[in-house]
């Protein structure tokens, strides 16, 4: 059983919080969370990247001499591949890089993350986070008295919250989400945590349960 220490806005501690990370995860697999981050990685990826072809180089299919007799190699069109200005000869297409891993195995890479933070301290517990209006420099303030300063840090809110949101989009290395929508790749890259007492009642009820967005 894990004890966290719940703080309020100020950094000052208020309480504590009682879970077992077994409960989100009963182990912790680095090839399964290895595998889902390798997948969100990839689903970012544009595969936009495009050659030519000799087909759609401009320039005239002619040959540019005759076959024999002039002391040169043998030619044919201008667009060959083994001419300069010609087509490539294995053109780049745009792909698709995108692909899924069972819906399971996505939901449980997301616990095992969380379950991570957990069991490596990671994760701070804060007892309330709201807004009445996006505040950028209060919420400079929380995480500065809660030692997260500087850091990369998840916000993780028990739903959607617009103002806290609009108050983190212009912190660099801080990015807010909703428990439902939080993924193994979210969990991970930053190095802290942040939770309200809410959004961790609903992590242990199973609130990201819902599968991961891929992008």
Avoid: C, W
Wanted: aromatic share 4%.
């Amino acid at each position: 059983m894990a004890s966290l220490p719940v703080y309020d806005r100020s950094g000052k501690e208020v309480g504590s919080y009682e879970i077992e990370p077994s409960n989100l995860a009963s182990r912790i697999s680095k090839q399964l969370l290895h595998d889902a981050v390798v997948m969100y990685q990839a689903n970012f990826r544009l595969g936009s990247a495009k050659t030519k072809t000799r087909a759609e180089v401009s320039g005239s299919t002619k040959k540019l001499y005759r076959q024999k007799g002039t002391g040169n190699a043998r030619a044919g069109s201008r667009r060959s591949g083994v001419r300069r200005g010609g087509g490539h000869i294995h053109a780049i297409k745009p792909r698709d890089f995108s692909y899924r891993l069972p819906r399971k195995a996505l939901k449980l890479a997301t616990q095992m993350a969380i379950a991570s933070k957990i069991r490596d301290q990671e994760m701070i517990v804060i007892d309330e986070l709201s807004f009445s209006e996006p505040k950028t420099s209060e919420l400079v303030k929380i995480l500065v008295d809660l030692g997260l300063g500087g850091t990369s840090t998840l916000v993780a809110t028990e739903v959607q919250d617009v103002n806290v949101y609009k108050s983190a989009r212009n912190i660099g290395g801080v990015t807010v989400s909703p428990v439902a929508e939080l993924n193994a790749l979210s969990v991970l890259k930053p190095n802290r945590m942040l939770v309200t007492r809410a959004a961790l009642d609903a992590l242990r009820a199973g609130g990201q349960a819902s599968e991961p967005s891929a992008s």
